[in-house]
T-cell receptor
Framework: DQQVKQNSPSLSVQEGRISILNCDYTNSMFDYFLWYKKYPAEGPTFLISISSIKDKNEDGRFTVFLNKSAKHLSLHIVPSQPGDSAVYFCAASAASSGSARQLTFGSGTQLTVLP | SQTIHQWPATLVQPVGSPLSLECTVEGTSNPNLYWYRQAAGRGLQLLFYSVGIGQISSEVPQNLSASRPQDRQFILSSKKLLLSDSGFYLC?????????FGQGTRLTVV
């Protein structure tokens, strides 16, 4: 049972355009969401996060939008750059998990930014 | 911020051999620690987590075990590796918000 889903395994975007990566979740107890970027043979690096009390968080070229009613979040990258090419993981956690605070990850989306 | 040291980076082991992957954390104390596995073409699956020394919780039944002998040390082990244990293993530490990951270990069981 996948609680966090990234239905697009891959996405190609032209340099300078907007990249939109989508993520859906099923667990209504999730209250904190994160996006990670991963290059091959490296560990994921944190990009941006959003708490369920907000619907938007922006950091430079990266903006995360949260639609709680639809249980959907998206990551917008604008303008996209070739260096943004990587696998992007959506993750979620629930305060109800207590001290464990596990992150549940989606399956990832491979973003390719074409020069 | 935290720094996660994980080694080795790559490992090729025969079926039935033992395994020991080590992870140490700098820049924090009493962190929550996690072992994840990324199988080829798949997402990150949580294997184990630990909220303190000697406290291990397993998320999925499997051939692996974990131990936390010190506050900032987390070890992933197996007595006898299976072919299905191949994958990319990641250690992570979580503070109040985001998790920090090590560089990962590519394990190939042959």
């Amino acid at each position: 049972d996948q609680q966090v889903k990234q239905n697009s395994p891959s996405l190609s975007v032209q340099e300078g355009r907007i990249s939109i990566l989508n993520c859906d979740y099923t667990n209504s107890m999730f209250d904190y969401f994160l996006w990670y970027k991963k290059y091959p043979a490296e560990g994921p690096t944190f990009l941006i996060s959003i708490s369920s009390i907000k619907d938007k968080n922006e950091d430079g070229r990266f903006t995360v939008f949260l639609n709680k009613s639809a249980k959907h979040l998206s990551l917008h990258i604008v303008p996209s750059q070739p260096g943004d090419s990587a696998v992007y993981f959506c993750a979620a956690s629930a305060a109800s998990s207590g001290s464990a605070r596990q992150l549940t990850f989606g399956s990832g989306t491979q973003l390719t930014v074409l020069p | 911020s935290q720094t996660i040291h994980q080694w080795p980076a790559t490992l090729v082991q025969p079926v039935g051999s033992p395994l020991s992957l080590e992870c140490t954390v700098e820049g924090t104390s009493n962190p929550n620690l996690y072992w994840y596995r990324q199988a080829a073409g798949r997402g990150l699956q949580l294997l184990f987590y630990s909220v303190g020394i000697g406290q291990i919780s397993s998320e999925v039944p499997q051939n692996l075990s974990a131990s936390r002998p010190q506050d900032r040390q987390f070890i992933l082990s197996s007595k006898k590796l299976l072919l299905s244990d191949s994958g990319f293993y990641l250690c992570a530490s979580r503070g109040d918000t985001e998790a920090f990951f090590g560089q990962g270990t590519r394990l190939t069981v042959v």
